[in-house]
T-cell receptor
Framework: KAGVTQTPRYLIKTRGQQVTLSCSPI?????VSWYQQTPGQGLQFLFE???????NKGNFPGRFSGRQFSNSRSEMNVSTLELGDSALYLC?????????????FGEGSRLTVL | DQQVKQNSPSLSVQEGRISILNCDYT??????FLWYKKYPAEGPTFLIS?????DKNEDGRFTVFLNKSAKHLSLHIVPSQPGDSAVYFC??????????????FGKGTKLSVKP
């Protein structure tokens, strides 16, 4: 079956702009999580959506937001981009229950902010 | 404050030998620990997990050991193969306020297996 699909794979923005990233989870998965990966900080949890509701949130400023649609697809948005937002943004999906913890990751969207 | 630590940024082993990757955690309130492998330009791939109530889980060449008193877990790969060369991430899920999608990752250890 198809894996987690993220678009776009690469993008370049300038400071102050905003960006929207998209994630299509594995068919049947209802939970979608977003992570930011940077060389210095590793993978950091942004937020998780389950059945169109945000059920967990990491320690990121309000410029980072997300949503989930009825078909479980998810988008995340970063407004007023800063140089430090340059990172690989990873989406992961799972069934949502039971609490086994296994996540299936996409290949990521690499954002460069100039 | 980093709750999950992988203190070795890199590890090099010979093909056929054992690879041991280590991970320490500072918070006792984790109910699941996981290991992920990541190749360049790909997303992390789940390898193996262990519940906090267990002390060992084995899957083929991969075994994870959990020492709760020391707040330490390790991943053993035996025998190591060149295809195992990748970055390995240790992750933990908080038992309080956590959910399936909320994992805390270490910064990773780059494993190189030499032929």
């Amino acid at each position: 079956k198809a894996g987690v699909t993220q678009t776009p794979r690469y993008l370049i923005k300038t400071r102050g702009q905003q960006v929207t990233l998209s994630c299509s989870p594995i068919s049947g998965h209802r939970s979608v999580s977003w992570y930011q990966q940077t060389p210095g900080q590793g993978l950091q949890f942004l937020f998780e959506y389950f059945s169109e509701t945000q059920r967990n949130k990491g320690n990121f400023p309000g410029r980072f937001s997300g949503r989930q649609f009825s078909n479980s697809r998810s988008e995340m948005n970063v407004s007023t981009l800063e140089l430090g937002d340059s990172a690989l943004y990873l989406c992961a999906s799972s069934w949502g229950t039971p609490r086994s913890g296994e996540l299936f990751f996409g290949e990521g969207s690499r954002l460069t902010v100039l | 404050d980093q709750q999950v630590k992988q203190n070795s940024p890199s590890l090099s082993v010979q093909e056929g030998r054992i690879s041991i990757l280590n991970c320490d955690y500072t918070n006792s309130m984790f109910d699941y620990f996981l290991w992920y492998k990541k190749y360049p330009a790909e997303g992390p791939t789940f390898l193996i997990s262990i519940s906090s109530i267990k002390d060992k889980n084995e899957d083929g060449r991969f075994t994870v050991f959990l020492n709760k008193s020391a707040k330490h877990l390790s991943l053993h790969i035996v025998p190591s193969q060149p295809g195992d060369s990748a970055v390995y991430f240790c992750a933990a899920r908080p038992s309080l306020g956590g959910s399936q999608g909320n994992l805390i990752f270490g910064k990773g250890t780059k494993l190189s297996v030499k032929p």
